[in-house]
C-alpha cells in the first residue's frame, strides 16, 4: 500500500512501510425516513433538521480522469448524495462534475447533498477550519451538506502545500500520531456548521465507547455515523446503539470483499464474493432482482444509508432502485445470518500500526 495515498484507485502494486467535564445533555432526534418528489432518493431526517437521500453514489476509488463525468452522469441518472473525502485525492474533478451539471440545468445546487471528510493529519483544532476552508475551494462550493471525521486518529500535522493528500504518513514513508483529542477536534468540527461551512456534522469509524464520551461534551451532536457495513460486517450492536441516539448511520462497502480485492488485501482475497452467495442469489432471483440490489436493500430497509458506484449506465440506475421494494424478514435475517464479523478497511491492513479496531 502507497501509504501518502492509500485510499486512491492504482494499478501498482501496494508497498507497504518498513475525562473531560460533562456538559448539558444534547437533545437528540430520531432520523424519519421520507420520500420527496424532489428526491429521487427517500431520505433520512437528520438530528441536524436536513434531509440526507438515502442512496448515494461514493467517490472512494473513482479515478481523476474519469470522476467529472462520473459525477455528472450520476447527477443525470438521479443520484443527488456524493460522498467525497480529502484522502480520496479528486475533490476538485468531483465539483467539476457538480458545476457541469448545474450549469446545464440539470440540478441546482440545492438539490444536491454533498459530503466531504477531515482527514487525520488535520485534528489539531486550528486546523480544521482551513482544510475545511480549501475543501470547499477544490469543489467550487460554498457549504458542505456534511463534513464527517474521517477516522478517530490524530497524525501529525502535514502542510497541505507540501504533499495533498498526505496519506497515513508524515514523510511519505513513516506514521507520526499527533496530539489532538477528539474533543478538540469535535469542538472545531462544531465551529464549522456554526458558520454555516457544514450544514451537518458527523463520525466515521468510531465504535459505541468512543460515541458515548464525544456524546457527553458536545454541543451539537454527529448527524451521522459512516461505517463500514456488509453481511459479512453487521456490527448490530454498534448500529442499534447509534440509532438509538438519533445518529443516522451510513454504510461503506456495502459489497463487502469486492472493494478491497485490488487494493490487495488478503482477508478480501480469502473470502467468497457475496454477489456470488447462495443465500444472496436466490434472494435476488425470487425478486427479480440483482444480487447487488440485494444487499443494498437489506441495508435501507433497516434505515442505513449506502453509498455504492459504479460504472455502468445500467447499474448506476439499478443501484438507486433499492428502496421501492421489500425484503421478507426471514429474507433479512438470511442475509444477515452471514455474518462473520469480517472487517476489510482497517489501517492495520495497509501496514498502518494503528489497530483502532481492536
Same mark, same amino acid.
Given at each position: 500500500?502507497?501509504?501518502?495515498?492509500?485510499?486512491?484507485?492504482?494499478?501498482?502494486?501496494?508497498?507497504?512501510?518498513?475525562?473531560?467535564?460533562?456538559?448539558?445533555?444534547?437533545?437528540?432526534?430520531?432520523?424519519?425516513?421520507?420520500?420527496?418528489?424532489?428526491?429521487?432518493?427517500?431520505?433520512?431526517?437528520?438530528?441536524?433538521?436536513?434531509?440526507?437521500?438515502?442512496?448515494?453514489?461514493?467517490?472512494?476509488?473513482?479515478?481523476?480522469?474519469?470522476?467529472?463525468?462520473?459525477?455528472?452522469?450520476?447527477?443525470?441518472?438521479?443520484?443527488?448524495?456524493?460522498? !467525497?473525502?480529502?484522502?480520496? !485525492?479528486?475533490?476538485?474533478?468531483?465539483?467539476?462534475?457538480?458545476?457541469?451539471?448545474?450549469?446545464?440545468?440539470?440540478?441546482?445546487?440545492? +438539490?444536491?447533498?454533498?459530503?466531504?471528510?477531515?482527514?487525520?493529519?488535520?485534528?489539531?483544532?486550528?486546523?480544521?477550519?482551513?482544510?475545511?476552508?480549501?475543501?470547499?475551494? +477544490?469543489?467550487?462550493? +460554498?457549504?458542505? +451538506?456534511?463534513?464527517?471525521?474521517?477516522?478517530?486518529?490524530?497524525?501529525?500535522?502535514?502542510?497541505?502545500?507540501?504533499?495533498?493528500?498526505?496519506?497515513?504518513?508524515?514523510?511519505?514513508?513513516?506514521?507520526?500520531?499527533?496530539?489532538?483529542?477528539?474533543?478538540?477536534?469535535?469542538?472545531?468540527?462544531?465551529?464549522?456548521?456554526?458558520?454555516?461551512?457544514?450544514?451537518?456534522?458527523?463520525?466515521?469509524?468510531?465504535?459505541?465507547?468512543?460515541?458515548?464520551?464525544?456524546?457527553?461534551?458536545?454541543?451539537?451532536?454527529?448527524?451521522?455515523?459512516?461505517?463500514?457495513?456488509?453481511?459479512?460486517?453487521?456490527?448490530?450492536?454498534?448500529?442499534?446503539?447509534?440509532?438509538?441516539?438519533?445518529?443516522?448511520?451510513?454504510?461503506?462497502?456495502?459489497?463487502?470483499?469486492?472493494?478491497?480485492?485490488?487494493?490487495?488485501?488478503?482477508?478480501?482475497?480469502?473470502?467468497?464474493?457475496?454477489?456470488?452467495?447462495?443465500?444472496?442469489?436466490?434472494?435476488?432471483?425470487?425478486?427479480?432482482?440483482?444480487?447487488?440490489?440485494?444487499?443494498?436493500?437489506?441495508?435501507?430497509?433497516?434505515?442505513?444509508?449506502?453509498?455504492?458506484?459504479?460504472?455502468?449506465? !445500467?447499474?448506476?440506475?439499478?443501484?438507486?432502485?433499492?428502496?421501492?421494494?421489500?425484503?421478507?424478514?426471514?429474507?433479512?435475517?438470511?442475509?444477515?445470518?452471514?455474518?462473520?464479523?469480517?472487517?476489510?478497511?482497517?489501517?492495520?491492513?495497509?501496514?498502518?500500526?494503528?489497530?483502532?479496531?481492536?
Amino acid at each position: 500500500m502507497n501509504l501518502t495515498r492509500p485510499f486512491q484507485r492504482t494499478t501498482a502494486l501496494f508497498n507497504r512501510p518498513s475525562v473531560i467535564a460533562q456538559s448539558s445533555p444534547i437533545r437528540l432526534r430520531q432520523p424519519i425516513l421520507r420520500y420527496y418528489a424532489s428526491m429521487p432518493s427517500p431520505t433520512v431526517k437528520l438530528n441536524s433538521g436536513h434531509q440526507m437521500p438515502l442512496v448515494g453514489f461514493g467517490l472512494w476509488k473513482v479515478n481523476n480522469d474519469t470522476c467529472a463525468d462520473q459525477v455528472y452522469n450520476a447527477i443525470k441518472t438521479g443520484y443527488r448524495l456524493f460522498d !467525497g473525502a480529502c484522502d480520496y !485525492g479528486n475533490e476538485v474533478e468531483s465539483g467539476q462534475g457538480v458545476a457541469r451539471a448545474i450549469k446545464d440545468g440539470i440540478v441546482k445546487r440545492e +438539490d444536491l447533498f454533498l459530503v466531504s471528510k477531515l482527514w487525520n493529519s488535520f485534528h489539531d483544532h486550528d486546523q480544521v477550519e482551513p482544510i475545511c476552508k480549501k475543501q470547499l475551494k +477544490d469543489w467550487g462550493i +460554498d457549504y458542505f +451538506d456534511l463534513y464527517i471525521v474521517h477516522f478517530p486518529i490524530s497524525l501529525k500535522y502535514v502542510d497541505p502545500s507540501e504533499r495533498y493528500p498526505p496519506g497515513f504518513t508524515y514523510d511519505g514513508k513513516h506514521v507520526v500520531e499527533g496530539n489532538a483529542t477528539i474533543q478538540e477536534t469535535w469542538q472545531a468540527m462544531e465551529k464549522l456548521q456554526q458558520k454555516g461551512m457544514a450544514k451537518s456534522i458527523g463520525i466515521s469509524n468510531f465504535n459505541s465507547q468512543l460515541i458515548m464520551d464525544l456524546l457527553r461534551y458536545a454541543k451539537i451532536a454527529p448527524a451521522t455515523l459512516q461505517i463500514e457495513h456488509h453481511p459479512y460486517l453487521t456490527q448490530e450492536g454498534l448500529v442499534k446503539y447509534a440509532q438509538s441516539k438519533g445518529i443516522a448511520i451510513t454504510a461503506y462497502s456495502s459489497f463487502g470483499p469486492q472493494s478491497f480485492l485490488e487494493l490487495d488485501i488478503k482477508q478480501a482475497k480469502d473470502t467468497p464474493l457475496l454477489m456470488d452467495h447462495d443465500t444472496v442469489k436466490k434472494i435476488a432471483e425470487k425478486h427479480s432482482k440483482t444480487p447487488a440490489q440485494v444487499l443494498l436493500r437489506w441495508a435501507t430497509q433497516r434505515d442505513i444509508a449506502v453509498i455504492p458506484k459504479s460504472n455502468n449506465q !445500467g447499474r448506476l440506475a439499478q443501484n438507486l432502485d433499492v428502496t421501492g421494494w421489500d425484503l421478507g424478514e426471514d429474507e433479512l435475517d438470511a442475509v444477515s445470518g452471514l455474518n462473520k464479523s469480517l472487517r476489510f478497511n482497517d489501517p492495520v491492513n495497509y501496514g498502518v500500526p494503528l489497530p483502532i479496531f481492536v
